[in-house]
Every structure is written in C-alpha cells, then in structure tokens.
C-alpha cells in the first residue's frame, strides 16, 4: 500500500482534505505574493527553450504568474487552478496585456482535458502540492502528446523552502498527506514519472526571493499573502503564532544574503524535464546535447552559490597554494563563469537541431551567474 493510500483512507476524507486545500489557496493575495517571483520564474521559463505557438498547460497556475509568460513568448496557452478567485485574478492580468489565455478551474490529480492534447504540461511549484502525487505524473503524463514534454520546478526538502514547510510543521497539525517536498527529490520523481516517459531530466536549480525589506517584513508579508502560511499562523493561538513568527524570522534572516535592511534568499529546487514516449521518439544526440546544456547550467549555479560564500579576502586571495598560478580566486571565477554563457549556448544550439557556425568569444562582462554572486565587486581582469 502507498504512503499516499495509507494517508488518505476514504473518500469522506478525501474530499474533506480537498475542501481544506481549495481554502489555502484561495486564502491571502497569491497575485500579490507571486508578483516578487516573476523575475526567475522567467528565467526558468526561458531555460526550457520552449518555441512559439506550442500548446501549453500551466497546472496549479495560481494567479497566472508561467502561464503569462509562456503567452507572452508566443505559446497557446491554457491554466488551470483550484483556486477560482485567483483564476478570476489571472484573465483580469491576461486581458490587459491583449494576450488570449483560457484559465480554467481544475484539479491536477484528475485535468479536464484530453489525452496527448497539449505538447507541453508544466508546473511551477503548483501541482506539487496536491495529495495524490502518482495520480498528477499519471495525469500530466496523459494530457502530454507523444514526444512532448512535462516540466516541473520543486522545492526540495533539504532547500530553504523545505526547511521552511519544516519550521511550520512543528507548529500544526499533519495535513494528511504526503510531503510537497517529495517532489523535489530526485529518487522519488524518478518513481513518480517511468510509466509512458521515455526520458528524464533533473537538475537542482536556485531561484531568488528578493524583497526590499527586512527579513521579520518577509514573515508577515507570507502571512499575509501566502495561502498556506496564513492558514498555519490561524490555526495558532496568540502564543504559537509568536513563537512561529521568531522561528520564521530566524530562519529567513540565517539565509538573508542582503543587508540588515532588505532580504535576498537563494532557494533550491528541482527542475523536472520529462519526454513523453511515442512512435519514433528516442534519446539520440539532441537530448543528449539538451542533458549536457542542463548540466553545465547547474554547474553555473553552484559556482554562484560557492562564490557569494567567500569572504573579500577570500575573494582576492591567490588560487595555488603551490604557487604555480598567480591569479586571484576571483580573476579564476570570473574566467570560468565568462565560459558558462558560450558552452550552454552551444549545447542548446546542438540540442535544438541548428548547426553551430560561428562561436563569438570576448569579453562579455558579467554573466547572469556571476550578477548573482557580487559582480559589483569582482571585475579584476
């Protein structure tokens, strides 16, 4: 028996939890909330090279934050949510910018659409949420053509979300289902997504929370606009819920990367690319080119991550103890990091069936890896 089966016993249940859920999210001002996340949310958008004029679902698109942008760059798009207040809230946004989007109220454990409708089915930290995990990979999976992709950003367990779901679970009641996070573990999505998937690609990936306030202002502003923390701070007496605020503040603040005066959070996650098998689909050197182009990215990022790490002095310090290289550690990462841009940009090239012609190499100042890691201060050749 699954641990999804034995925490979910009955239907009664069922639809009491899905009641519950449909609570959360509508509950707050999701609209408001995702607004500060759109920067990466485009970042990962663009990463997946999705062309123009694709069929695309957003699942537990909330206000419409990737199904937005997919339209903008050109795709049909189509979202659907739980929530209909926050549906309401994304044709309102749709309408303005003139982009034809249809949002539909929908559950990710059971799409109101049909099999192999859409050559593209993405979620960004949405469908992770719902209580049935092996019945949303068996729904995306069906709504996907044949040789089309499923796509996924979530949160991992070990990342700052994960230990942020982890602070507000000592605080109240389990909720009856599996982990969210589960999703952002590697060996579990590989369990999740085999039935109907050809191809599977994973790679953990940082997305940044940036406000310009103080960490304790980030708790209260999740509290107020975050479904479920809103819910978690209401099921608390006055007592638990200060008690939860410090632990929260504490936990944002040990991870701020900012100033004492605003907030800035690397948060990891898992990307998810699935292949949905089909006559005459097969690996070949194009997913192979796309697997290494994921590759090289991460790398990018964890050298990001490495960097923002070292101190000034680190930062200036000669690299070879040996002696044998006389550059700084920084001169050394500013070198590397100028490559990433050059090496993805072929491996997607490849990857996306184009020959390479011309390769262009230069200075071309900092990169989007080396912006995140203090570039202000680290051009020294």
């Known amino acids: 028996m699954?641990?999804?089966?034995?925490?979910?016993?009955?239907?009664?249940e069922l639809a009491q939890l899905k009641t519950k859920l449909k609570t959360t999210w509508s509950t707050g001002d999701y609209d408001r909330f995702s607004r500060y996340m759109e920067k990466d949310a485009e970042t990962f958008y663009h990463r997946l090279g999705i062309k123009p004029g694709v069929e695309l679902l957003d699942v537990g698109c909330g206000a419409g934050q990737l199904a937005l942008i997919a339209a903008r760059a050109g795709a049909r798009v189509t979202g659907c949510d739980i929530a209909p207040n926050w549906l309401e809230k994304a044709r309102e946004r749709a309408a303005a910018e003139g982009l034809s989007v249809k949002f539909e109220e929908?559950?990710?454990?059971?799409?109101?659409?049909?099999?192999g409708q859409f050559d593209v089915v993405a979620s960004l930290v949405g469908a992770m949420f719902?209580?049935?995990?092996?019945?949303v990979a068996s729904e995306m999976t069906r709504v996907c053509k044949p040789g089309g992709m499923i796509v996924m950003a979530n949160w991992t367990p070990e990342g700052f979300i994960g230990q942020m779901f982890k602070v507000i679970a000592k605080h109240i009641a389990p909720s009856g289902m599996p982990s969210p996070a589960l999703w952002g573990d590697e060996t579990t999505v590989r369990n999740r997504?085999?039935?109907?998937?050809?191809?599977?690609?994973?790679?953990?990936?940082?997305?940044?929370?940036?406000?310009?306030f103080p960490p304790d202002a980030v708790v209260d502003f999740f509290r107020a606009n975050y479904g479920p923390m809103t819910r978690a701070f209401a099921s608390l007496e006055a007592e638990g819920q200060k008690k939860l605020r410090s632990e929260l503040t504490e936990l944002w603040a040990s991870h701020n990367k900012s100033d004492a005066t605003k907030t800035r959070v690397d948060a990891e996650y898992l990307q998810v690319v699935a292949i949905r098998e089909g006559k005459g689909v097969n690996p070949g050197p194009g997913r192979r080119a796309a697997l290494l182009a994921d590759r090289i990215e991460e790398g990018a990022e964890n050298l990001s991550v490495f960097v923002e790490t070292l101190t000034e002095a680190e930062w200036n310090s000669v690299g070879s103890a040996a002696g044998t290289d006389t550059r700084t550690v920084g001169v050394i990462v500013h070198h590397v990091a100028s490559?990433?841009?050059?090496?993805?940009?072929?491996?997607?090239?490849?990857?996306?069936?184009?020959?390479?012609?011309?390769?262009?190499?230069?200075?071309?100042?900092?990169s989007e890896w080396e912006a995140r890691a203090r570039c202000s201060w680290r051009h020294e050749g």
């Open 2 to 12: 699954s641990a999804t089966a034995n925490a979910i016993q009955t239907t009664e």
């Open 339 to 366: 490559v990433y841009p050059i090496e993805i940009q072929l491996a997607q090239t490849i990857a996306n069936g184009n020959a390479v012609t011309d390769v262009t190499w230069g200075n071309r100042g900092c």
């Open 193 to 212: 997504l085999r039935d109907g998937i050809v191809e599977l690609r994973l790679a953990k990936r940082h997305y940044r929370f940036e406000y310009p």
């Open 130 to 135: 719902a209580p049935r995990p092996e019945l």
């Open 106 to 115: 929908g559950d990710a454990e059971a799409l109101p659409y049909a099999d």
